[in-house]
């Protein structure tokens, strides 16, 4: 299985990681960026573990998600392609998601 990553998730990542730094540590950072990296390496191997996002399902193109901590892993399979589409912080409101 192929990984692909979007540049909206590598932005959506990158926008988790700014508001992170307000009340937690570097290190804390690296280190749930690096849980993050592995349980992403463990849904490759079981890609449809994941449940069917209800908030994307219009799209009808089967995004799944994955919850990790207050993240949301939602990624799609496309033949041999694992995409992942976004991580979003689930505390937000879920009508804020995008594909």
Known sequence: ????VTEHAW???ADLTDYWSSFR???RIDEQVTELWEVVDWLLE???????EDQLQELGLGHRRW???DLKI????VGKQFIITDFFDS???????KA
């Open 74 to 77: 939602v990624y799609r399979l």
């Open 11 to 13: 932005s959506s990542l």
């Open 67 to 69: 919850v990790f901590g």
């Open 25 to 27: 540590s570097f290190d």
């Open 1 to 4: 299985m192929k990984l692909v």
């Open 91 to 97: 505390r937000q409101d879920p009508r804020r998601m």
């Open 46 to 52: 079981n890609p449809t573990a994941g449940q069917f």
